[in-house]
């Protein structure tokens, strides 16, 4: 056998962090919230398994006239209006399962202090200076466009279609400008540091479109108070993107500002290593306004930002209130379960383009993968290891049976898919394998005593499809996280990093007691599908009426003899 470049071997150790965007509290979490964090939870357990020191860090953006307004319009404090809308979000994500390590809210004190410390540092550099803006304003993006942005947009939201709003306060200016060249060659010379290709290529044009109309960024506002105090001037709170974007060091605990001398401060460890997973719509903000406020202060960019599509109606169109097409994700998790709805967002398309929320593909998921393959799947080695084994885990009998798949050849494929940010491909690669292992049990039919198989054969078929359950299982659980940890206690055998894994199909213990439960997914019934009962109960009920229509029909002839 050939023997293939194993990269995943070379992961354990690493350092790896990754963010989410953090979620704006002016309302409570809708679809585009639950994809990100369930997609970016998922890289980050999948890194887990090939080994790397992972961090993981979400939150809350909490600040801006956004909420401002939104508080005094419900007769409340802005902190109140967040406190209670952080409670959705913190219940969304222990639904899903969400694995973070820090939730990060703006309104933090730590975050406060960072903030100023980036603040000042840019300040000392030269980067910030007083002025008065006059310009345009999209309320909904909370931010500053400059009349050429403006008039490409034909002074409209994109994505709202709201108006932009025309604009005149003082206001502190970041000298952008000073740094957008030196931004657009890293682009240019790091492929990888914008991902997809398409946002790439997209920012790389607006910088171009730009070009010498190119202005400093109004980072402060005057004309309402909920934010971060500008520091020296009580008049001022910061632009919320200079608040927001700042929340990634502050995670890091950057306002330790020994970090430069301190190797194993969580700064120096994980900074270089970030991700910034992010909406394809506040990709400007994180691949040039906060690459340039790093740059001033010093520190080197994150290693990638990848920008993630939306998640639309059935038909393609924007959710929206107004078209009635808006799904909630509290609804769905609670209809179908958290794995279901986890594994359809990560399966239902390219991590990078916009996905549809189609119920019809739920179900297809649920029933045709999760129930029919890998549940299935489960359900059949564990009853033939009772009916077979005595309910145990065999020993390997030493025969040279072919395996289903190289396991080492699968997992190098997950890695690399996992590695380009192809979350669909790694879970296809999973189902893939289940399929496979499914396949060799149903040819090697251990149950069939007719086949001319010896009982140490069909021990050593058991023993190899307990093992590939493993595996598929260690592939699934970044994607299922419930049932899988339900699979492993049924097999006896803990969840290992992929690294300390036995490729040769030996990591279940002989002996070790194996669990049968109950199928660990429903099979989820369309309203247009009948389940088997069902069609039988109507099938009854139409003979019954047929029979009683024949009745009354023999008994109308009769009277007319």
């Known amino acids: ?17 990754l963010t989410t965007a953090i979620n704006y509290t002016n309302g409570t979490p809708h679809m585009g919230h639950a994809y990100e964090i369930v997609t970016s939870d998922i890289l980050v357990r999948i890194a887990r398994l090939f080994g790397f020191n992972t961090r993981f860090q979400t939150g809350t953006d909490e600040h801006g006239q956004k909420i401002a307004a939104t508080a005094e319009k419900k007769g409340i404090s802005p902190k109140a209006l967040c406190d209670e809308n952080v409670k959705q979000f913190k219940n969304m994500n222990e639904k899903l399962q969400i694995s973070t390590d820090r939730f990060i809210r703006t309104t933090d004190t730590d975050h406060y202090e960072s903030c100023k410390e980036l603040w000042r540092r840019c300040e000392a550099k030269g980067d910030i200076y007083l002025g008065k803006y ?9 931010s500053f466009m400059t009349e050429l942005e403006a008039k490409m947009l034909n002074y409209t939201d994109p994505i709202s279609g709201l108006p932009l709003t025309k604009m005149e306060e003082p206001s502190y200016f970041f000298r952008i400008t000073n740094y957008l060249e030196s931004i657009k060659n890293h682009i240019i010379d790091n492929p990888e540091f914008i991902q997809p290709e398409s946002s790439r290529e997209s920012i790389l044009a607006r910088l171009e479109a730009l070009g010498s109309n190119s202005e400093d960024l109004s980072i402060s506002r005057a004309s309402f108070s909920w934010g971060v105090p500008v520091p020296n001037d009580q008049g001022h709170v910061m632009y919320v993107w200079f608040d927001a974007l700042t929340n990634y060091i502050t995670g890091l605990k950057w306002t330790n500002f020994n970090n430069d001398l301190d190797e194993n401060s969580l700064f120096n460890k994980y900074w270089e290593n970030t991700i910034h997973i992010v909406g394809k719509d506040i990709t400007w903000f994180h691949s040039v306004i906060w690459p340039a406020m790093l740059l001033s202060v010093g520190l080197s960019l994150p290693k990638t930002v990848f920008a993630h599509g939306f998640v639309t109606a059935p038909d393609g169109k924007k959710m929206s209130k107004s078209l009635g097409n808006v799904v909630d994700p509290f609804e769905q998790i609670d209809k179908i379960g958290s794995d279901p709805f986890r594994y359809y967002l990560a399966r239902e398309g390219r991590f990078g383009n916009d996905i549809k929320y189609q119920p019809s593909s739920v179900i297809d998921y649920n029933n045709g993968e999760l129930a029919d393959t890998y549940g299935n799947l489960i359900s059949r080695i564990t009853n033939l290891t ?16 072919d395996k289903p798949v190289d396991i080492e050849t699968v997992f190098e494929e997950y890695y690399l898919a996992w590695n380009c940010f192809r979350i669909d491909e790694c879970a296809q690669i999973a189902m893939d394998l289940s399929r496979n292992v499914n396949k060799f049990l149903t040819e090697h039919a251990p149950w069939n005593k007719e086949n001319g198989k010896s009982d140490e054969e069909r021990i050593e078929i058991i023993r190899i499809v307990l093992e590939g359950s493993y595996y598929i299982s260690i592939l699934l659980s970044p ?14 055998t803990p969840e290992k990093i992929i690294p300390e894994i036995d490729i040769n199909y030996n990591n279940i213990k002989p002996g070790t007691s194996i669990l049968i439960g109950e199928p660990l997914f429903k099979r989820i019934v369309n309203k247009e599908e009948k389940t088997f009962e069902e069609l039988k109960a109507e099938k009854k009920e139409r003979e019954k009426k047929r029979r009683s229509e024949n009745k009354k029909l023999g008994e109308t002839k009769d009277k007319g003899k």
């Open 479 to 492: 994607f299922i996280t419930l049932a899988c940890k339900e699979v492993f206690n049924r097999l006896g």
């Open 386 to 401: 009772h009916k077979f084994c005595q309910g145990v885990a065999p020993s390997s009998q030493s025969l040279l049976l």
């Open 134 to 142: 006059n310009g345009w304003y999209n309320v909904r993006e909370e």
């Open 1 to 17: 056998m050939t023997k293939i470049n194993t990269t995943y071997r070379n992961s354990s150790g690493k350092y790896y962090y």
